[in-house]
């Protein structure tokens, strides 16, 4: 027999503890302070016995804990039409958490129209992880509702038309503070001086006179500020007088803050060009602050944004499509939040957003959000340091990541099924190179990178890239918690070395790598062919199709796997303690810890890993993890 003397100096009741069941610490470990409980331990003796308390103190039922979440449909649209004149349809199923949602992989919305006088132009829109546009056009006259139908949930939307309504034209230097309203027909260059503010208000449509090509429509130059107050019923749109004829850009140039919110902006291009595709920008900023929210900045002739010189940018809900690339910034600021970047489809350099280097003391954070189907790379950088978090990178001709220089943190990300037309033979998910004798850093963590494997390319999930022959250079991965599944998960191109590829508690499916806890087994995803990446488990996987927790016939080795000092963070009971590789490891959609016998009914008090008893491997958790906090 030994004892086992603990002196406890915690307050349950006002500190947090990480990788810990709550339910099950609360009555594992007393609420004591300044106690000292000694104990003699025999063989066999149950944890919950050393402390007094009864093995089967039941608190909670499993099912009580996991209830799935609802989705419904949103149709985002303006609230009233120009026959003949472009607008943007949006559709998204949104969670009961108000996100998107993403694990709907591709669904079809069907559009309807309830006034057989009123004709629509297109009747579907294909969603991206549970987000979709498309520009309409609706001929005929008089109001109507529009319908979009997903998967058996439908909503509905009323549409006025603004025949015969009042149009004002306005070109030049704006006067004082204006505000715009109703239908604005912008007939030449438009100047918002310094210290004056341009309101346009919920509703308003903004037709912007453009041209057949070049570099000559109409812009709007910002030195003041803008505020677009567009709402969630009534949003504002900027679109072309002639949809045959693409408008120039809005430009902010050294200018005041400005924020656009519920905002269309649609048909622009047709502006000087410039960066990685000679194209035109519709929104340029130079050194100014601009915050969007619930924007679709889509359709364009050009690229969506060139931004430069200090520049601070925000995107919030926005969705970004169908243009030549996404927006090209440098020395600027982002942060890039739940939003959508897709179908740039231009025949060449159509990245889904190009990073460049930043100034002293900037950030670029991107985070839960997709960037999908585009003709080139989802993320280009070049010597930017770069957070990508809770992205999902699929479909693109290229790579999924694309680093030259900088360093660049990918955390709880799907990187899948890029390099769909690659332009090299050897192709990769995520490549880094460096410049000539400098330093590229790569962190990866609960990532998911699988790559398409196109007959005829060999493909690589990581890659340490000399694309343009340097001499000298060093190129370092670190790796953790993830799963990389490739025909050659890792390669690296002299002069950069293997050893600077350090991947720990990462399942390198096919290939023995070493470091701490690897496998190189079978993650065994659900149904990777239609996008999920969830990993089969007896005990439970969350399947997104049905909302539901469902039990698999084999459990993935991917599950319990990861870095034991990881916190397991959201993992639902049964977690083992321990989180899972991958993606959705530390998440509330983890698959569960199966222990050979079906998860407990309920969840015993004590039990840490969920295997239905409470024992040592229990308290082996607890002191492993002793006194560590989060606040």
């Given at each position: ?385 770069l957070t990508i978090e809770d992205q999902i990178l699929r479909d693109a001709k290229d790579k999924g990541v ?230």
């Open positions: 027999m030994v004892f086992l003397c603990v002196h406890f100096r915690l307050s349950i009741v006002t500190r947090k503890i990480r990788l810990i069941n709550w339910l099950s610490l609360a009555v594992f470990l007393p609420a004591v302070v300044g106690a000292t409980v000694c104990r003699g331990i025999s063989a066999g003796t149950d944890v919950a016995e050393i402390f007094g308390m009864p093995k089967q103190n039941a608190t909670l039922t499993a099912a009580a804990s996991q209830l799935p979440p609802q989705i419904h449909v949103n149709l985002a649209v303006r609230d009233s039409y120009l026959a003949g004149i472009p607008v943007l349809v949006r559709i998204e199923v949104i969670r009961d958490d108000g996100r998107v949602e993403r694990e709907l992989w591709n669904a079809v919305a069907a559009l309807s129209v309830d006034n057989p006088s009123v004709i629509l132009s297109k009747n579907q829109i294909t969603l991206c992880n549970g987000l979709g546009s498309t520009l309409a056009v609706f001929t005929g006259s008089g109001d109507f509702k529009l319908t979009a139908k997903v998967n058996g949930m439908e909503d509905t939307r009323l549409l006025t038309d603004l025949a015969g309504e009042l149009v004002t034209s306005v070109s030049g230097t704006l006067a004082g503070d204006p505000v715009w309203s109703g239908i604005i027909h912008v007939t030449g260059d438009v100047v918002v001086p310094a210290s004056r503010t341009l309101t346009i208000q919920p509703g308003t449509l903004v037709l912007i006179d453009g041209v057949s090509s070049g570099s000559g429509g109409a812009d709007i130059d910002v030195l003041g500020t803008i505020k677009s107050l567009g709402t969630a019923a009534s949003p504002v749109t900027f679109t072309a007088s002639d949809p045959a004829k693409a408008w120039g850009e809005i430009h902010h140039e050294h200018a005041a803050a400005s924020a656009y919110q519920y905002t269309d902006i649609t048909l622009a291009g047709h502006s000087p060009g410039g960066g990685h595709t000679g194209t035109g920008p519709a929104l340029r900023s130079v050194g100014s602050k601009i915050v969007f929210d619930h924007v679709c900045l889509t359709d364009n002739a050009g690229k969506v944004m060139q931004a430069s010189s200090g520049s601070d940018l925000t995107f919030r809900n926005c969705h970004l499509a169908r243009s030549v690339m996404g927006p090209e910034i440098q020395g600027t600021a982002l942060v890039f939040e739940n939003t959508w970047i897709t179908e740039m489809l231009a025949p060449d350099d159509s990245d889904g957003i190009y990073i460049h280097d930043q100034l002293a003391g900037q950030t670029c954070l991107m985070k839960g959000g997709v960037v999908a189907n585009v003709n080139d790379d989802c993320v280009d950088t070049l010597g930017c340091k694309s680093i030259y220089g900088g360093e660049v943190n990918i955390n709880h990300c799907l990187v899948v099924g890029n390099n769909k037309a690659p332009e090299d033979p050897t192709v990769s998910t995520v490549a880094a190179k460096t410049f000539e004798s400098s330093t590229t850093v790569v962190n990866i963590d609960h990532t998911t990178i699988v790559t398409s494997k196109v007959p005829g390319h060999s493909d690589i999930g990581i890659q340490s890239h000399n694309k343009y022959g340097v001499k000298s250079g060093t190129v370092i991965y670190n790796v953790t918690n993830s799963i990389i599944d490739a025909t050659d998960p890792v390669n690296v191109q002299a002069p950069y070395l293997a050893s600077d590829v350090h991947i720990n508690y990462s399942d390198v499916f096919d290939e023995t790598w070493t470091g701490a806890g690897n496998i190189h087994a079978d993650p065994i995803f659900a149904d990777p062919n239609n996008g999920d990446y969830h990993v089969n488990s007896q005990a439970g996987r969350w399947e997104p199709g049905k909302q539901a927790w469902i039990m698999d016939n084999v459990t993935s080795p991917c599950i319990d796997a990861g870095d034991p000092m990881s916190p397991i963070g959201l993992e639902p009971f049964p977690n083992g303690g321990r989180v899972n590789m991958g993606a959705y490891g530390g998440t509330a959609e983890a698959s569960k810890s199966y222990f050979g016998e079906p998860p407990c009914e309920t969840i015993i008090a004590g039990d840490i890993n969920g295997d239905c008893k409470v024992d040592f491997s229990d308290f082996s958790i607890m002191t492993l993890h002793w006194l560590q906090a989060v606040e």
